[in-house]
């Protein structure tokens, strides 16, 4: 799908603009990302930080400018797994008092 379709929000857009905008390479790439899972919103962190790493390889002096705003961290927060005894991660069955 075209990029405008998939990302409707102007805050998504710009969020995978980020790299290029901070290493000022903005039109100089054709870019086709395949992402899967998740949301929309967390797609275009996903990409945003495919592409900051793609620049990185492309070009090591276009780092210190992603690096600085935060483009080349990972998100490393994960769905908390299901316990034994409970309906999901934390959420315990009604409490029966008799």
């Known amino acids: ?3 405008l379709d998939y990302f409707p929000r102007e805050t998504d857009r710009e969020m995978i603009l980020g790299p290029f ?5 903005c039109g100089m790439f054709d870019m086709i ?7 929309v919103t967390g797609k275009a962190g996903a990409i945003r ?6 620049l990185e390889k492309y ?8 690096k ?3 483009f080349m961290t ?5 769905v908390e797994s299901k316990k034994v005894g409970k309906k999901k991660a934390r959420k315990a069955p009604q409490w029966v008092r008799r």
Do not use: K
């Open 33 to 39: 990302v395949r992402v899967e899972a998740g949301g």
């Open 59 to 66: 070009n090591p002096d276009y780092r210190p400018p992603m």
């Open 21 to 25: 905008i901070a290493t000022n390479t």
């Open 1 to 3: 799908r075209e990029f």
């Open 74 to 78: 990972r998100d490393r927060r994960v």
């Open 49 to 54: 930080h495919g592409l900051a790493r793609a």
């Open 68 to 70: 600085r705003l935060g």
